[in-house]
Protein backbone atom coordinates (compact mmCIF):
# COMPACT_ATOMS: atom_id res chain seq x y z
CA UNK A 1 0.00 0.00 0.00
CA UNK A 2 1.05 3.70 -0.68
CA UNK A 3 2.14 5.82 1.94
CA UNK A 4 -0.80 8.10 2.65
CA UNK A 5 -0.37 12.22 1.15
CA UNK A 6 -0.96 13.03 4.82
CA UNK A 7 -0.13 11.46 8.10
CA UNK A 8 -3.37 11.88 10.96
CA UNK A 9 -1.83 10.80 14.90
CA UNK A 10 -4.70 11.43 17.37
CA UNK A 11 -3.73 12.00 20.80
CA UNK A 12 -6.25 13.01 23.39
CA UNK A 13 -7.81 14.70 20.99
CA UNK A 14 -5.07 16.95 19.47
CA UNK A 15 -5.07 15.65 16.07
CA UNK A 16 -1.24 15.89 14.68
CA UNK A 17 -1.38 16.45 10.73
CA UNK A 18 1.88 15.52 8.63
CA UNK A 19 2.36 16.23 5.24
CA UNK A 20 4.04 13.29 4.20
CA UNK A 21 5.84 14.43 0.48
CA UNK A 22 9.68 14.19 2.41
CA UNK A 23 11.44 13.35 -1.37
CA UNK A 24 9.64 16.45 -2.62
CA UNK A 25 10.22 18.64 0.67
CA UNK A 26 6.64 18.83 1.46
CA UNK A 27 5.66 20.67 -1.60
CA UNK A 28 1.78 21.03 -1.49
CA UNK A 29 0.51 19.90 -5.00
CA UNK A 30 -3.36 19.59 -6.03
CA UNK A 31 -3.32 15.82 -4.39
CA UNK A 32 -1.87 16.74 -1.05
CA UNK A 33 -4.17 20.27 -0.86
CA UNK A 34 -7.21 17.65 -1.48
CA UNK A 35 -6.34 15.73 1.09
CA UNK A 36 -5.83 18.13 3.65
CA UNK A 37 -9.11 19.88 2.28
CA UNK A 38 -11.06 16.38 3.05
CA UNK A 39 -9.38 15.46 6.77
CA UNK A 40 -10.26 19.42 7.80
CA UNK A 41 -13.59 18.83 6.61
CA UNK A 42 -13.79 14.98 8.71
CA UNK A 43 -12.32 16.87 11.84
CA UNK A 44 -14.55 20.11 11.68
CA UNK A 45 -16.89 18.04 13.78
CA UNK A 46 -14.76 16.01 15.35
CA UNK A 47 -16.33 14.86 19.27
CA UNK A 48 -13.43 16.09 21.72
CA UNK A 49 -10.97 17.52 19.38
CA UNK A 50 -8.78 19.71 21.63
CA UNK A 51 -6.76 21.19 19.14
CA UNK A 52 -4.85 20.81 15.51
CA UNK A 53 -1.23 20.39 14.78
CA UNK A 54 0.11 20.96 11.41
CA UNK A 55 3.76 19.81 10.51
CA UNK A 56 6.39 18.20 7.77
CA UNK A 57 7.53 14.57 7.33
CA UNK A 58 11.28 14.28 7.50
CA UNK A 59 13.74 16.61 9.26
CA UNK A 60 14.14 19.04 6.39
CA UNK A 61 11.19 20.60 5.92
CA UNK A 62 7.75 21.62 7.21
CA UNK A 63 6.73 22.96 3.93
CA UNK A 64 8.69 24.08 1.21
CA UNK A 65 5.77 25.75 -0.91
CA UNK A 66 3.71 24.82 -3.73
CA UNK A 67 4.67 22.43 -5.85
CA UNK A 68 6.56 24.11 -8.76
CA UNK A 69 7.08 21.63 -11.06
CA UNK A 70 3.42 20.70 -10.87
CA UNK A 71 2.86 24.77 -11.08
CA UNK A 72 5.26 25.52 -13.93
CA UNK A 73 2.39 25.03 -17.31
CA UNK A 74 -0.54 25.98 -15.41
CA UNK A 75 -2.09 29.08 -18.05
CA UNK A 76 -3.73 31.72 -15.58
CA UNK A 77 -7.02 30.01 -15.27
CA UNK A 78 -5.74 27.00 -14.10
CA UNK A 79 -3.44 29.04 -11.89
CA UNK A 80 -6.60 30.79 -10.12
CA UNK A 81 -7.89 27.71 -9.83
CA UNK A 82 -5.46 25.82 -8.20
CA UNK A 83 -4.98 29.79 -5.63
CA UNK A 84 -8.34 28.92 -5.03
CA UNK A 85 -8.38 25.39 -3.87
CA UNK A 86 -5.49 26.38 -1.46
CA UNK A 87 -7.01 29.89 0.13
CA UNK A 88 -10.37 27.74 0.47
CA UNK A 89 -8.27 24.79 2.17
CA UNK A 90 -6.34 26.85 4.72
CA UNK A 91 -9.42 28.89 4.98
CA UNK A 92 -11.12 25.73 6.71
CA UNK A 93 -8.09 25.55 8.32
CA UNK A 94 -8.00 29.00 9.93
CA UNK A 95 -11.97 28.51 11.01
CA UNK A 96 -11.60 24.74 12.59
CA UNK A 97 -12.92 26.07 16.81
CA UNK A 98 -10.31 24.87 17.94
CA UNK A 99 -6.14 25.96 18.26
CA UNK A 100 -4.70 25.27 15.58
CA UNK A 101 -0.34 25.46 15.51
CA UNK A 102 2.14 24.92 13.15
CA UNK A 103 5.06 23.17 13.92
CA UNK A 104 7.66 24.43 11.61
CA UNK A 105 10.43 21.58 11.37
CA UNK A 106 12.37 23.34 8.72
CA UNK A 107 11.79 25.24 5.66
CA UNK A 108 9.01 26.90 5.31
CA UNK A 109 8.25 28.49 2.35
CA UNK A 110 6.35 30.00 0.22
CA UNK A 111 3.24 28.52 0.24
CA UNK A 112 4.52 26.54 3.15
CA UNK A 113 4.64 29.72 5.17
CA UNK A 114 1.61 30.85 3.87
CA UNK A 115 -0.26 27.05 5.29
CA UNK A 116 1.65 27.82 8.76
CA UNK A 117 0.31 31.82 8.76
CA UNK A 118 -3.29 30.17 8.57
CA UNK A 119 -2.45 28.23 11.51
CA UNK A 120 -3.49 30.06 14.79
CA UNK A 121 0.32 30.16 16.19
CA UNK A 122 3.92 28.58 14.86
CA UNK A 123 7.16 27.11 16.87
CA UNK A 124 9.45 26.24 14.75
CA UNK A 125 12.50 24.12 15.21
CA UNK A 126 16.33 26.07 15.52
CA UNK A 127 17.21 24.83 11.98
CA UNK A 128 13.69 26.11 10.35
CA UNK A 129 13.50 28.85 7.65
CA UNK A 130 11.10 30.87 7.02
CA UNK A 131 10.17 33.06 3.54
CA UNK A 132 8.32 33.33 0.58
CA UNK A 133 10.33 33.42 -2.52
CA UNK A 134 7.93 33.58 -4.74
CA UNK A 135 9.45 36.79 -6.86
CA UNK A 136 12.67 34.83 -7.53
CA UNK A 137 10.02 32.56 -9.14
CA UNK A 138 8.57 35.23 -11.00
CA UNK A 139 5.19 35.02 -9.12
CA UNK A 140 4.31 36.59 -6.48
CA UNK A 141 2.40 34.42 -3.02
CA UNK A 142 -0.55 33.07 -4.19
CA UNK A 143 -1.75 31.05 -1.13
CA UNK A 144 -2.86 34.31 1.46
CA UNK A 145 0.88 35.32 2.21
CA UNK A 146 0.67 39.29 1.00
CA UNK A 147 -2.50 39.04 3.14
CA UNK A 148 -1.70 36.93 5.76
CA UNK A 149 1.88 37.64 6.89
CA UNK A 150 1.55 41.36 6.82
CA UNK A 151 -1.17 41.19 9.35
CA UNK A 152 1.27 38.82 11.48
CA UNK A 153 4.37 41.16 10.93
CA UNK A 154 2.94 44.33 9.65
CA UNK A 155 3.05 45.69 6.39
CA UNK A 156 6.98 46.84 6.51
CA UNK A 157 8.58 43.24 6.91
CA UNK A 158 5.55 41.70 4.68
CA UNK A 159 6.95 43.97 1.74
CA UNK A 160 10.70 42.97 2.88
CA UNK A 161 10.12 39.46 2.71
CA UNK A 162 7.98 38.98 -0.42
CA UNK A 163 9.73 41.81 -2.66
CA UNK A 164 13.26 40.65 -1.94
CA UNK A 165 12.30 36.79 -1.11
CA UNK A 166 14.78 36.53 1.28
CA UNK A 167 14.89 33.98 3.77
CA UNK A 168 14.99 34.18 7.32
CA UNK A 169 16.25 31.76 9.93
CA UNK A 170 14.18 30.70 13.30
CA UNK A 171 15.67 33.99 15.24
CA UNK A 172 14.79 36.50 12.72
CA UNK A 173 11.16 34.84 12.51
CA UNK A 174 10.69 35.23 16.58
CA UNK A 175 12.21 38.29 16.16
CA UNK A 176 9.12 39.80 14.13
CA UNK A 177 6.81 37.71 16.24
CA UNK A 178 6.01 35.25 12.74
CA UNK A 179 7.00 32.39 15.35
CA UNK A 180 5.63 32.03 18.71
CA UNK A 181 8.43 30.13 20.32
CA UNK A 182 11.48 28.08 19.03
CA UNK A 183 12.94 25.04 20.04
CA UNK A 184 15.55 22.65 19.60
CA UNK A 185 14.61 19.94 16.61
CA UNK A 186 14.57 17.12 19.05
CA UNK A 187 12.18 19.08 21.15
CA UNK A 188 9.39 19.41 19.09
CA UNK A 189 7.71 16.02 20.58
CA UNK A 190 8.14 17.72 24.22
CA UNK A 191 6.28 20.79 22.91
CA UNK A 192 3.37 18.46 21.86
CA UNK A 193 2.99 16.76 25.05
CA UNK A 194 2.94 19.89 27.29
CA UNK A 195 0.45 21.39 24.86
CA UNK A 196 -1.72 18.58 24.99
CA UNK A 197 -1.26 18.42 29.04
CA UNK A 198 -2.19 22.18 29.13
CA UNK A 199 -4.77 22.45 26.81
CA UNK A 200 -6.69 19.29 27.76
CA UNK A 201 -6.82 20.66 31.56
CA UNK A 202 -7.99 23.15 30.08
CA UNK A 203 -12.07 24.01 29.81
CA UNK A 204 -12.78 23.25 25.86
CA UNK A 205 -15.68 25.21 25.60
CA UNK A 206 -13.67 28.19 27.04
CA UNK A 207 -10.82 27.48 24.71
CA UNK A 208 -13.04 27.71 21.62
CA UNK A 209 -14.76 30.42 22.85
CA UNK A 210 -10.98 32.60 23.74
CA UNK A 211 -10.39 31.81 19.61
CA UNK A 212 -13.89 32.54 18.64
CA UNK A 213 -13.47 36.03 20.47
CA UNK A 214 -10.12 36.84 18.91
CA UNK A 215 -10.64 35.70 16.02
CA UNK A 216 -14.10 37.03 14.93
CA UNK A 217 -13.07 40.02 17.03
CA UNK A 218 -10.22 40.76 14.48
CA UNK A 219 -12.40 41.76 11.47
CA UNK A 220 -14.24 43.94 13.49
CA UNK A 221 -14.24 47.66 14.79
CA UNK A 222 -13.18 47.82 18.37
CA UNK A 223 -16.34 48.94 19.29
CA UNK A 224 -18.41 45.40 18.21
CA UNK A 225 -15.70 43.42 18.49
CA UNK A 226 -15.61 44.17 22.64
CA UNK A 227 -19.06 43.77 22.25
CA UNK A 228 -18.75 40.31 20.90
CA UNK A 229 -16.83 39.38 23.68
CA UNK A 230 -18.97 40.41 26.75
CA UNK A 231 -21.35 38.14 24.76
CA UNK A 232 -19.16 35.17 25.00
CA UNK A 233 -17.78 35.93 28.26
CA UNK A 234 -21.70 35.97 29.60
CA UNK A 235 -22.36 32.29 27.61
CA UNK A 236 -19.76 31.05 29.75
CA UNK A 237 -22.08 31.40 32.76
CA UNK A 238 -24.20 29.40 30.55
CA UNK A 239 -22.44 25.74 30.55
CA UNK A 240 -20.58 24.17 33.60
CA UNK A 241 -17.27 24.91 32.84
CA UNK A 242 -17.82 28.47 34.75
CA UNK A 243 -19.06 26.76 37.85
CA UNK A 244 -16.14 23.99 37.77
CA UNK A 245 -13.66 26.16 37.38
CA UNK A 246 -14.78 28.67 39.91
CA UNK A 247 -15.44 26.53 42.62
CA UNK A 248 -12.22 24.65 42.24
CA UNK A 249 -10.53 27.53 42.56
CA UNK A 250 -12.38 28.47 45.85
CA UNK A 251 -12.43 25.09 47.23
CA UNK A 252 -8.71 25.06 46.58
CA UNK A 253 -8.43 22.08 44.19
CA UNK A 254 -7.77 21.45 40.48
CA UNK A 255 -10.77 21.62 38.22
CA UNK A 256 -12.52 18.92 36.75
CA UNK A 257 -13.57 19.90 32.82
N1 LIG B 1 8.13 22.24 -5.40
C1 LIG B 1 8.48 21.06 -5.96
N2 LIG B 1 9.55 20.36 -5.61
C2 LIG B 1 10.34 20.87 -4.63
C3 LIG B 1 10.04 22.09 -4.01
C4 LIG B 1 8.86 22.78 -4.42
N3 LIG B 1 8.47 23.92 -3.84
N4 LIG B 1 10.99 22.35 -3.09
C5 LIG B 1 11.87 21.32 -3.15
N5 LIG B 1 11.46 20.43 -4.07
C6 LIG B 1 12.13 19.17 -4.45
C7 LIG B 1 13.37 19.44 -5.29
O1 LIG B 1 13.01 19.63 -6.66
C8 LIG B 1 14.15 18.16 -5.07
O2 LIG B 1 13.59 17.14 -5.87
P1 LIG B 1 14.59 16.10 -6.63
O3 LIG B 1 15.31 15.39 -5.52
O4 LIG B 1 13.64 15.22 -7.37
O5 LIG B 1 15.49 16.92 -7.47
C9 LIG B 1 13.83 17.82 -3.61
O6 LIG B 1 12.64 18.54 -3.29
C10 LIG B 1 14.91 18.27 -2.64
O7 LIG B 1 15.15 19.65 -2.87
P2 LIG B 1 16.60 20.26 -3.18
O8 LIG B 1 17.46 19.23 -3.81
O9 LIG B 1 16.42 21.55 -3.89
O10 LIG B 1 17.12 20.48 -1.68
P3 LIG B 1 18.16 21.58 -1.18
O11 LIG B 1 18.48 21.24 0.24
O12 LIG B 1 19.28 21.73 -2.13
O13 LIG B 1 17.34 22.96 -1.20
C11 LIG B 1 15.43 24.38 -0.80
C12 LIG B 1 16.25 23.14 -0.35
C13 LIG B 1 16.30 25.66 -0.56
C14 LIG B 1 14.19 24.44 0.04
C15 LIG B 1 15.11 24.25 -2.32
O14 LIG B 1 14.51 22.97 -2.53
C16 LIG B 1 14.16 25.29 -2.80
O15 LIG B 1 14.53 26.42 -3.03
N6 LIG B 1 12.86 24.94 -2.99
C17 LIG B 1 11.88 25.81 -3.54
C18 LIG B 1 11.42 26.80 -2.50
C19 LIG B 1 10.42 27.78 -3.11
O16 LIG B 1 10.75 28.52 -4.01
N7 LIG B 1 9.17 27.77 -2.61
C20 LIG B 1 8.11 28.61 -3.10
C21 LIG B 1 7.34 27.90 -4.16
S1 LIG B 1 6.23 28.95 -5.02
C22 LIG B 1 4.88 29.06 -4.04
O17 LIG B 1 4.81 28.50 -2.96
C23 LIG B 1 3.80 29.91 -4.61
C24 LIG B 1 2.65 30.19 -3.74
O18 LIG B 1 2.63 31.04 -2.88
C25 LIG B 1 1.44 29.47 -3.98
Known sequence: ??????????????VTLTINRPKALNA????????????LDELQGR????AVLVTGAGEKAFVAGADIAEMR??????????????????????ALPVPTVALV?????????????????AVASDNA???QPEVLLGVIPGFGGTQRLPRRVGPAMALDLCTTGRKIDAAEALRIGL?????????????????????????????????QAIHD??????????ALETSLFALCFAGDEQREGMSAFVEKRKPNF
Open 28 to 39: LNGAVLSELDRL
Open 1 to 14: MSEPLIEVADQAGI
Open 105 to 121: NGFCLGGGCELALACDW
Open 129 to 131: IFG
Open 73 to 94: DKTPEQARRFARQALATFKRLE
Open 179 to 211: VNRVLAQDELPAYVAELTKQLGGNGPASVRGAK
Open 217 to 226: GMDQDLESAL
Open 47 to 50: EGLR
